[in-house]
Nanobody
Framework: HVQLVESGGGSVQAGGSLNLSCAAS????????MAWFRQAPGKEREGVAT???????SYAESVKGRFTISRDNAKYTLYLQMNGLKEADTAMYYC?????????????????????WGRGTQVTVS
């Protein structure tokens, strides 16, 4: 089981930036595929970005070119740099992790493939 704690959310004006962080513990980090999901009120949870154990990334079309997912294996930390924020990005952002997830499944950004979740951090864009 992997423990995850998100931070870095907040309120920002449209066009602004935020950098989310997710601290992981409980397993060898290099064996864990990581992801950011988000859920807006009244909407389903959406896979925003994922990163495999070898650093390959995948993004939702709505955030490509604006968001960057990265990981620091030495610090057991996942990041999501969000630039050019829009009101449509307003949501609760969740960090997710899965041990020994195949590269193919990780890149599909499906909620069902991740068993470990943080409590979320709120991002509000106005």
């Amino acid at each position: 089981h992997v423990q995850l704690v998100e931070s870095g959310g907040g309120s920002v004006q449209a066009g602004g930036s935020l950098n989310l962080s997710c601290a992981a513990s409980g397993y060898t980090y290099t064996a864990i595929s990581m992801a950011w999901f988000r859920q807006a009120p009244g909407k389903e949870r959406e896979g925003v970005a994922t990163i495999t154990t070898d650093g390959t990334t995948s993004y939702a079309e709505s955030v490509k070119g604006r968001f960057t997912i990265s990981r620091d294996n030495a610090k057991y930390t996942l990041y999501l740099q969000m630039n050019g924020l829009k009101e449509a990005d307003t949501a609760m952002y969740y960090c997710a992790a899965q041990i020994w997830l195949s590269r193919e499944y990780c890149l599909e950004r499906q909620e069902r493939d991740f068993d470990n979740w943080g409590r979320g951090t709120q991002v509000t864009v106005s």
